[in-house]
């Protein structure tokens, strides 16, 4: 599977963004789907994740209430949409795919193809 993000740039705090993820290569449906970020001089950091089905999803705490993941097999897409965005949510994003499992894994180990990753700036 390769995976291609897109739709990131600079926004002002409290302004919103979409993430886009087109994925290529056979059974994305199959994939448990995660955006990540990573900030300058920080470690890489979940976001959120999304079953192969989309029936369940799971959202950072730092997050919650203001992200949505989405996905659309039929386009092999997923999406992360950011509303009311804060500073500290500046960071490269990628997104990720990851062999289905049980419980939606949150760590970046559990996660076996990335993309390119694209870069959100949130100026305050």
């Known amino acids: 599977v390769q995976l291609q993000a897109s739709g990131g740039g600079l926004v002002q705090a409290g302004g919103s963004l979409r993430l886009s993820c087109a994925a290529s290569?056979?059974?994305?449906?199959?994939?448990?789907m995660g955006w990540f970020r990573q900030a300058p001089g920080k470690e890489r950091e979940f976001v959120a994740a999304i079953s192969w089905s989309g029936g369940s999803t799971y959202d950072a705490d730092s997050v919650k209430g203001r992200f949505t993941i989405s996905r659309d097999n039929a386009k092999n897409m997923v999406y992360l949409q950011m509303n009311s965005l804060k500073p500290e949510d500046t960071a490269v994003y990628y997104c990720?795919?990851?062999?289905?499992?049980?419980?939606?894994?949150?760590?970046?180990?559990?996660?076996?193809?990335w993309g390119q990753g694209t870069l959100v700036t949130v100026s305050s």
């Open positions: 990720a795919a990851a062999m289905p499992v049980t419980t939606i894994p949150k760590s970046h180990k559990e996660y076996i193809y």
């Open positions: 290569g056979r059974s994305f449906s199959m994939y448990t």
